[in-house]
T-cell receptor, first 113, second 115 residues
């Protein structure tokens, strides 16, 4: 049972435009969400996170939006750059349940010139 | 430099030949975890450890063992590898949950092929 889903395996965007990556979850106990970025031959690296007490968190070009009623979050990258081309994983956890992260299947973002 | 290291980075082996993938972190993190990444399945947790001598199963523990004798090391052991354990493996660490940090730091990965 996939509790965290990323329904788009890939996304292609032009440089300078907005990239929107989506993530849905089914477990209503999840209350903290993270996005990781992964380049080939490297481990995932933390990008941005959001607590369920917020609906938006911003860090430079990256913004994460959380819609708790829809159990949906999205990552916006504006403007997109070629160096953003990577696989993006959404992850979720329960703050009272230890450090366990449940990951989505990932979305391959390609930013084209 | 704060990091998580894994060895080896690449390994090709045969069915049934015991192997160990090492993981070490230099950040004094209490929590360590092993994941495998497979196409279409994302990252799935194999085992985790909340501290020294404390380990527990994740979502896909079958065929794997771990140990945590020292805080910095968390080796993954495959006693009798099978082809369905061919995968990309990641070790990760993070501070204790009580510090309210859920960010995990990942190693560079170990690509294992079992023939």
């Amino acid at each position: 049972d996939q509790q965290v889903k990323q329904n788009s395996p890939s996304l292609s965007v032009q440089e300078g435009r907005i990239s929107i990556l989506n993530c849905d979850y089914t477990n209503s106990m999840f209350d903290y969400f993270l996005w990781y970025k992964k380049y080939p031959a490297e481990g995932p690296t933390f990008l941005i996170s959001i607590s369920s007490i917020k609906d938006k968190n911003e860090d430079g070009r990256f913004t994460v939006f959380l819609n708790k009623s829809a159990k949906h979050l999205s990552l916006h990258i504006v403007p997109s750059q070629p160096g953003d081309s990577a696989v993006y994983f959404c992850a979720a956890t329960t703050t009272g349940g230890g450090n366990k992260l449940t990951f989505g299947t990932g979305t391959q973002l390609k930013v084209e010139l | 430099e704060a990091q998580v290291t894994q060895n080896p980075r690449y390994l090709i082996t045969v069915t049934g030949k015991k192997l160990t993938v090492t993981c070490s972190q230099n950040m004094n993190h209490e929590y360590m975890s092993w994941y495998r990444q497979d196409p279409g399945l994302g990252l799935r947790q194999i085992y985790y450890s909340m501290n020294v001598e404390v380990t527990d199963k994740g979502d896909v523990p079958e065929g794997y063992k771990v140990s945590r004798k020292e805080k910095r090391n968390f080796p993954l052991i495959l006693e009798s590898p099978s082809p369905n354990q061919t995968s990309l493996y990641f070790c990760a660490s993070s501070v204790d949950r009580n510090i309210l940090s859920y960010e995990q730091y990942f190693g560079p990965g170990t690509r294992l092929t079992v023939t």
